[in-house]
């Protein structure tokens, strides 16, 4: 039966490696978001061996809007 209940994991990038990460956000073009998104989805795909799986995450909803 699969779930929506996952855990949290906190962790710190390197000041360095998010400079990296950064510009080569910028390089293609894409938000940091998009870029750490991606590579976690690889990952997943890589330590799971499954060709499908869903991921998703929850956009913030927009205050204010007039």
Do not use: C, N, W
């Amino acid at each position: 039966m699969q779930t929506s209940i996952g855990e949290k994991e906190f962790f710190e990038l390197g000041v360095e490696f998010t400079q990296q990460l950064k510009t080569l956000s910028q390089e293609l073009g894409v938000t940091l978001f998009m870029t750490l998104f991606t590579a976690f989805s690889t990952l997943l795909y890589r330590y799971s061996g499954q060709e499908d799986y869903l991921l998703a995450h929850q956009l913030p909803t927009a205050t204010g809007v007039k």
